[in-house]
């Protein structure tokens, strides 16, 4: 059997990038844990059977293996994720082929703007950290029409969270939602690699959701990453109701102090908090209120002075298991449709765009499929599907 001539160090990085031990590997191509150790260190080859289904098995194209050295693969953006203040591993290959697919799209985006006369977005790098986050907050809501009268009017927080993101695309900032990596349901996204990430841009502004979240969660995501692109500040976010602040990045600090001054405004939420009822009272009216986790208002509640600190940690010990509940799969158990799925896992806005392109002639319908995701037969289908 002939042996193929791949590098040790490509083989060695390639494992430690997808975050598989020697013994994983080993039992996934059924050989001995010494004979990845052995093709580690150069001392044997494996078949280029064995190599190929390596490379499948950590994600990396088949012709890495065979490279002098490890390629570079940069995130250009901050990694400004911590678990308990602590900076957390490296990213695996489903973010970066996640990532890698938001700026492709974001790069597309902006050229089409660049076409259509489309100059800089003026709420992109409106404010900076020396502002106060409630001013940061009420001017998202005033771009985004977000109004105590429209909240009311929404069904609950499902019905909230979806005209959200219909106002944020209105407003010129593309919002993907998904929980695996394409549409392969075989590579699902972990919520605690990463929660969200922003790609902040002049006229193509885009936020990324990690929808495998809780979905009281998800609408506190899309509300930091707005605070990002008002920033104009990149980044990867992995940022929760954590009990302190304290050895967290100051950025994200401050976006998750925006978020929360987005969603439950200091003013009507003082004028609604009831000091003869319990926090956990106080917490079930105003979540419905405000269409928020209970967690929130508990924080809210803390961060205004309302509660002692105590109290917020004995109620995070009791909600935060609730808050990280994961919604239900995608897909089944009569989810989402397919053009559904595709439509919120590319952005509405980004894919009328490529389609409007390419059924009009001006793109071919298979580089329009590359973008989105999609065979090119499907892609009529899905131009109905957006119009409903």
């Known amino acids: 059997m002939s042996q193929a001539l791949v590098t040790a160090e490509v083989i060695r990085w390639a494992r430690q990038r997808a975050g598989a031990t020697i013994d994983a590997v080993a039992d996934k191509l059924k050989v001995e844990p010494a004979d990845v150790n052995a093709w580690e260190s150069g001392d044997t080859l494996p078949s280029f059977a064995k190599a190929r289904d390596l490379a499948k098995y950590l994600r990396v194209p088949f012709g890495y293996l065979f490279l002098d050295r490890p390629p570079g693969e940069e995130i250009a953006i901050p990694d400004l994720r911590r678990i308990g203040g602590e900076p957390v591993e490296s990213l695996g290959p489903d973010f970066r082929d996640v990532y890698k697919d938001a700026v492709a799209k974001q790069d597309w985006y902006r050229d089409f703007q660049r076409q259509h006369g489309v100059e800089h977005l003026p709420f992109v790098g409106s404010f900076t950290t020396d502002d106060d986050p409630a001013e940061v907050a009420a001017d998202m809501r005033a771009v985004l029409g977000v109004t105590p009268e429209w909240r009311r009017a929404t069904a609950n927080w499902e019905d909230m969270f979806r005209d959200m993101v219909k106002k944020t695309e209105a407003a010129g900032v593309l919002v993907l939602r ?53 920033l104009a500040i990149s980044a990867i976010s992995n940022f929760g109701l954590h009990n302190a602040a304290e050895g967290f990045d100051p950025v994200e600090v401050f976006c998750n102090r925006v978020a929360a001054e987005f969603l439950v405004a200091r003013a009507e939420f003082l004028a609604l908090w009831n000091p003869q009822l319990t926090l956990a009272q106080n917490a079930d009216a105003l979540a419905r209120e405000f269409r928020v986790s209970g967690l929130v208002i508990a924080r809210r509640a803390l961060d205004l002075g309302r509660i002692p600190r105590a109290d917020y940690l004995a109620f995070y010990q009791q909600a935060a298991a609730e808050f990280a509940k994961p919604p239900e799969k995608e897909g089944k158990g009569g989810g989402p ?41 499907k892609l009529k289908q899905l131009a109905r599907k957006l119009e409903t």
């Open 337 to 377: 449709d397919f053009y559904t799925l595709s439509r919120m896992r590319n952005s509405p806005t980004f894919a009328r765009a490529v389609l409007n392109e390419a059924l009009e002639g001006r793109m071919l319908l298979r580089d329009a499929g590359q973008l989105l995701s999609i065979k090119p037969d």
């Open 178 to 230: 998904n929980s695996i990596v394409g549409n392969n349901t075989h590579r699902p996204l972990s919520v605690q690699e990463f929660r969200g990430f922003a790609l902040t841009d002049p006229i193509a502004p885009l936020v990324f959701i990690n929808s495998a979240d809780a979905q009281a969660a998800q609408i506190f995501s899309l509300a930091h990453e707005l605070g990002h692109i008002w």
